[in-house]
């Protein structure tokens, strides 16, 4: 409750005021009394955090609970003396609890466990398995009791579940070709490989990057776009909740969409990944997912009718939309006098001038930059940021012809990679430190763009671009490469159209831990 303003006002001159005393705690007419401050607690609050439900089978089933005090800012003195107590006498004939801590005696089927130092963990391992007789769907109730010195005490309980519900999802099948704005499905299959109906909510989600547009139009699923700051569209997502009843999927049933979803192949795909899973969601637990929400009726789970596509062996699964599209991959580079003296700074732009956007699968590259050197020059630094929105990208010293090695100066090959993707119209920043020798006769040296170990075909539909040279010295002027009929260029267009560098650099690894300059 906000305190009110009192507002004081000038009287009459003709006006006396007379304020007559009051008996304690009376309130003059109109005004509120102020509100009493909460009085601060003496003594810790405890709190127990465990599992609401636990579904157990033969083989044992672990689980934790953990507990702690807070005190408001009070600074009340620490609590000491913890003591937990597992009572699970309700689980006679379904489930067995063993705890294996030196801190925790066993009394049948109750467990106490008990902190002698505030130090100690608050924190128990339960290990939990069916009995050998207990029928699936058989449940009974744990009960925790947390007593301590110095704290309030408190009580959870946690249902056990004989049955361990498992989801498998099915085999989307990748799109190829597809033409750009054209409408996809997207179907799905869940079988249930467990001993039991699933006794939770069931989430299922989409994550995609490279351009989908999903219809938001159901009402249980949340839509949403990704913050990627390369392109706002690139990412979208799906999160559908189905709940307990209709929905639920038995032991060994196989169920579908009621609908498919249905996406719209957007005018930036080229090659569009996209990858769904499914889980079990905890009782009170927020799925989170987008901030929009479908406007029409709920999709649903039903039996499902025919053999299918066949089904992954997990909870997880990706499938591929390959656009007809092209990406116009490009490269550039400048070069200057840098501040210390002898050395000069290159700096090169892989850019995509569309008008598909190129991403990365699985943080491998979708293009890298292979930089040579002229003769009687090497590097001396580089610079690199490891965020998505960094402006460098980092370069690996190139090893023979198939391998790569983290950077380091005194070379002359190197190989700068796009570790994110390039949006269409957009570009991504390499910079190098180089040192010319005494020996340096003004040569040119090399940056060619080419795929990278993602594998994913550009289609480039120009590759006059792919190549420049440079030169140090006085500043100079990159100069576009030669010709077609140019053996230089006629290479760079034989390394993207097959995309060699996919399995050139199959093997390039990258470990960006510190965002900064290497000297």
Same mark, same amino acid.
């Given at each position: 409750m906000n305190p009110k303003r009192t507002v004081f006002r000038a009287m009459p001159a003709a006006v006396v005021l007379v304020l007559a005393p009051s008996a304690p705690g009376a309130v003059a007419a109109g005004h509120d009394a102020p509100a009493a401050p909460s009085p601060l607690p003496t003594q810790a609050h405890a709190t127990i955090n465990a599992e609401e439900q636990i579904n157990v089978?033969?083989?044992?089933?672990?689980?934790?609970?953990?507990w702690m005090f807070w005190d408001g800012g009070a600074q009340v003195p620490v609590p000491v003396n913890d003591s937990l107590v597992i009572d699970a006498r309700d689980l006679a004939g379904i489930a067995s609890v063993t705890?294996? *801590?030196? =801190?925790?005696?066993?009394d049948g089927r109750v467990v106490t466990c008990v902190n002698k130092d505030a130090?100690?963990?608050r924190s128990v391992e339960l290990a939990l398995r069916a009995d050998a007789d207990a029928a699936p769907g058989a449940g009974g109730t744990i009960t925790y009791t947390l007593t301590a010195d110095r704290a309030t005490g408190a009580t959870a309980k946690a249902m056990v579940v004989v049955g361990i519900p498992q989801l498998d999802v099915g085999k989307v099948p990748d799109v190829t070709h597809a033409r750009v704005g054209s409408r996809i499905t997207v179907p799905l299959r869940l079988r249930?490989?467990?001993?039991?109906?699933? *006794?939770? =909510?069931?989430m299922l989600r989409w994550e995609s990057e490279g351009g989908l547009v999903f219809d938001r139009k159901f009402s249980n699923c949340a839509y949403g776009g990704g913050d990627d700051p390369r392109e706002p569209g690139g990412q979208t997502s799906v999160t559908c909740v189905f709940l307990v009843s209709s929905d639920s999927v038995?032991?060994?049933?196989?169920?579908?969409?009621?609908?498919p979803l249905t996406a719209t192949v957007g005018k930036r795909v080229l090659t569009a990944v996209t990858d769904y899973s499914v889980r079990l969601l905890k009782p009170r637990e927020q799925p989170g997912g987008g901030s929009h929400r479908g406007t029409g009726p709920a999709l649903t789970l039903v039996r499902a009718s025919g053999g299918g596509g066949g089904f992954e062996h997990g909870a997880e699964g990706r499938f591929t939309v390959t656009a007809g599209n092209s990406a116009d991959l490009a490269v550039d580079a400048t070069t200057e006098p840098a501040r210390r003296a002898g050395e000069w700074l290159l700096d090169m732009n892989a850019v995509n001038h569309g008008p598909a956007s190129a991403y990365g699968i699985d943080d491998k590259a979708v293009a890298v930059v292979d930089v040579v050197l002229p003769k009687g020059v090497v590097a001396s630094g580089t610079a690199h940021m490891e965020e998505e929105d960094g402006p460098y990208g980092p370069c690996l010293v190139r090893v023979g012809g198939t391998k790569t090695a983290p950077f380091e100066t005194g070379h002359r090959h190197y190989v700068c990679s796009v570790p994110f993707g390039v949006a269409a119209g957009k570009s991504q920043l390499f910079e190098l430190w180089v040192k010319p020798g005494k020996g340096y006769d003004g040569g040119k040296g090399r940056a060619t763009v080419r795929p990278g170990p993602a594998g994913i075909l550009l289609h480039d539909p120009d590759a006059s671009n792919d190549s420049v040279t440079f030169a140090f010295?006085?500043?100079a002027t990159p100069t576009a490469a030669a010709s077609s009929g140019d053996t230089p260029t006629a290479a760079g267009r034989t390394l993207v159209a097959a995309a060699a560098g996919a399995v050139l650099l199959g093997a390039v690894v990258l470990l960006v831990r510190r965002r900064g300059r290497t000297r």
């Open positions: 089978g033969p083989e044992a089933q672990p689980a934790t609970v953990d705890v294996d *801590d030196p =801190r925790c005696t066993a130090s100690q963990s249930n490989i467990g001993d039991l109906a699933t *006794d939770r =909510r069931i038995p032991a060994g049933g196989t169920v579908e969409l009621s609908s010295g006085a500043p």
